[in-house]
């Protein structure tokens, strides 16, 4: 693959593996390196919502995510303590007219085995694993990165860099932004449950959210309804080193208690066997995102609190971006770089702005609570939906 025409993506995620594809389209050739020696993701769902099945569908990738992808045909809002339902807003085929294209909830070990089937498909993207980019140096003709994997250290050449490393990312801090994640003093313990472990009304096609205070719940089918992905989220101080660790369903439990939780979310909570928990972080939006021929993508841009069910979302609307952006200066790839992050940052810090809001609203107890009950009565299906217009009706333009 000629350098001179090459990208190189650090991080092979959603967003990087998403990027190299649609990079890929425009004739450039793409090298991705990851640190890990085996790509595979703990067993959690992920929602995609119209703004990024669209792109993933454009990518030709709709007909091997139809095969895993559950449509889920409504958004439930339920009191966690009455078990009364708040409020319903339609998804499904209503959704699919409203923004064109649909709104699916999936397993993200099926969406990354989808792309990474794709990307090793592909004749003009190399995948190399076990490698980590540590470093970079630009010149007149691009960059050249540094990079270690067990064995040796290598170097390699591009026209542009693109850091898809994660919240944690080692390269945002060589671009010069180096203040630590913002620990958000919530956990989220995520785990996947037997679909027939639970009543028939818990299994049907839809995401639902139960409001709690300073904790909610979040549950949906995933792998064509086999199983439930349950995600609940709490206030915690716990943290410690690493991306997540094993958490005991009898701790879960304990967090969301009769009588404030009552009979049904409780079961839901204790179906599954195991569970992983995670420290929420997420970073103040930047002013700026990278240098030269250099850029940052997904988590290592942008990390959000998962409020709005966004992060994956916003990381592959990134990729269709900085992917027509390359191909509409393929030539000046620095200035490709710095159109592309123009295009993004507004929009990625409304959402980053968004989730953090729903955070706060999804947790509230005592008169807020009330005052949201109110509101989600009042405001109805239709109009609930319609008040993301603005997130689920964007096209990459």
Known sequence: ????????IAGAGIGGLTAALAIARHGFGVTVFD???????????????????????ALGLGKQLRRHVVAPQELRVMNARTARVLA??????????RYGAPYWVI?????????????????????HLGIRVEDFAFDEDGVTIAARSPQRRLEERGVALIAADGLWSNLRQRLGHRREPRFARRTAWRALAPADALMPELRAPAVNLWFGTRAHLVHYPVRSGSLINVVAIVGDDWREPGWSAAGERAEILARYRAPMWSAVPRAILAAPEHWQKWALYDRAPLAQWGKGPATLLGDAAHPMLPYLAQGAAMAIEDAAVLAQRL???????????????QHRRARTARAQ????????????????AFLRTLALTAIGGERLLARYDWLYGWTPG
């Open 1 to 8: 693959m000629a350098s001179s025409r090459t990208v190189i």
């Open 35 to 57: 640190q890990a020696s085996r790509l595979e993701e703990i067993g959690a769902g992920i929602q995609l919502s119209p703004n990024a099945s669209r792109i993933l569908i």
């Open 88 to 97: 319903r807003a339609p998804l499904g085929a209503v959704a699919e007219k």
């Open 107 to 127: 397993h993200r070990g099926d969406l990354q085995a989808v792309l990474l089937d794709a990307v090793r498909a592909h004749p003009d993207i190399a995948l």
């Open 327 to 341: 191909a509409d200066a393929r030539d000046h790839p620095a200035a490709a770089m710095r159109r592309y992050e």
């Open 353 to 368: 702005r968004a989730a953090r809001r729903n955070g706060m609203v999804y947790q509230l107890g005592g008169a807020g």
